[in-house]
Nanobody, 123 residues
Framework: QVQLVESGGGLVQAGGSLRLSCAAS????????VGWFRQTPEKEREFVAA????????YYADFVEGRFTISRDIAKNTMYLQMDSLKPEDTAVYYC????????????????WGPGTQVTVSS
């Protein structure tokens, strides 16, 4: 249906920035909501941000606190997460996902997932 691949993760110091990208392929015309989630071995998968694929509605977790911006480029079948003012607690594997038809912020509501990209923020 839809295949997703993340990129842009890496190691940054606290206060630094990263831009994550998620390239979509396949049946992209049916994409509904695309979102970012993150996960550590100690925590369950956690919602970060989401955006309507063919709209402009955006959604953010409370912990984002204005530091992150989600966007997408329909022509390039790519969505992004610009992360600024990163904190050590942002360290996680970040996943992009598509779906969210019954729950924008619920991981279980998403149908398609990328393999993830590691983000590490040093203190």
């Amino acid at each position: 249906q839809v295949q997703l691949v993340e990129s842009g993760g890496g190691l940054v110091q606290a206060g630094g920035s990263l831009r994550l990208s998620c390239a979509a392929s396949g049946r992209t015309s049916s994409m509904y909501t695309v979102g970012w989630f993150r996960q550590t071995p100690e925590k369950e998968r956690e919602f970060v941000a989401a955006i309507s694929w063919y709209g402009v509605s955006t959604y953010y977790a409370d912990f984002v606190e204005g530091r992150f911006t989600i966007s997408r480029d329909i022509a390039k079948n790519t969505m992004y997460l610009q992360m600024d003012s990163l904190k050590p607690e942002d360290t996680a594997v970040y996943y992009c996902a598509e779906g969210g038809r019954w729950g924008t912020m619920a991981a279980a509501a998403y149908d398609n997932w990328g393999p993830g990209t590691q983000v590490t923020v040093s203190s």
